[in-house]
């Protein structure tokens, strides 16, 4: 299959020529576009994350699968943590969780 012309003009308008595009891939720092990868362990920047509450203790908590992350009053996101390691008995993969007024905490699981 061959181009035509006039395609060809437009793909160097659009993108550069070959020339151009070697010489500032040779001059051009390289680019970070995701950060690196920890297997097992979202990111929660790159990544869904299933539920966030606001405990009595002013932390929020936002919560991926097997993980969560308390983030402080200032928005500062910790490491990751298990959360049976925190909280034995506490399931994977919250669906939802909300403090009462009375400080209480429900966390939601399916039919739970």
Known sequence: MKLHNDDIRGIRHLYGSRKNRERERATSKPRVTDPPIRPGIPDKCYT????????????????????????????????????????????????????????KTLIFKGGK
């Open 48 to 103: 869904g994350i299933d539920a966030m509450v606001h405990l009595s203790d002013k932390y929020t908590y936002a919560f991926k699968g097997e993980y969560f992350w308390p983030i402080n009053d200032q928005g500062s996101w910790t490491k990751e943590l298990k959360i049976h390691k925190f909280w034995p008995g506490l399931e994977n993969n919250i669906d939802a969780a909300v403090t009462l007024s009375d400080g």
